[in-house]
């Protein structure tokens, strides 16, 4: 026997997350990116933040291109959470691969 929306009134709302998640899932992809030349970054660790310059050659894993409200790309580089400006990435990096996280 098949439920209905009036039998089951979350039932709708699950389907309407599930094609929200769907969709998301879609869309987790990762940038990589190698610096052309160094580049300063902040990075930011429990108990160690700061200011540190990568060196050119080192990569740069983004999962969102797009600035928050300050101009910066939230990434990982050599195993720490970093953050740099959309316009350094743009200037001193170049695309190397864009890789499905699912």
């Known amino acids: 026997m098949r439920n209905t929306d009036a039998e089951n009134p979350q ?13 998301e899932m879609a869309n987790n992809r990762i940038s990589v ?12 660790r429990p ?4 200011l540190v310059q990568l060196p050119a050659g080192s990569t740069f894993y983004a999962a ?11 990434g990982i580089s ?6 740099l400006f959309s316009r350094d ?3 001193l ?7 499905n996280i699912f």
Do not use: H, W
Request: hydrophobic fraction near 30%; proline fraction near 4%.
């Open 89 to 91: 990435l743009e200037e």
């Open 11 to 23: 039932s709708s709302g699950a389907a309407e997350r599930e094609c929200s998640y769907q969709g």
């Open 64 to 74: 969102d291109s797009k600035p928050d409200s300050d101009g910066m790309i939230d």
């Open 78 to 83: 050599r195993g720490d959470m970093v953050k």
């Open 47 to 50: 108990r160690n933040s700061g």
């Open 93 to 99: 990096a170049e695309l190397v691969a864009v890789e």
């Open 33 to 44: 990116y190698r610096f052309k030349s160094p580049v300063t970054v902040v990075v930011n």
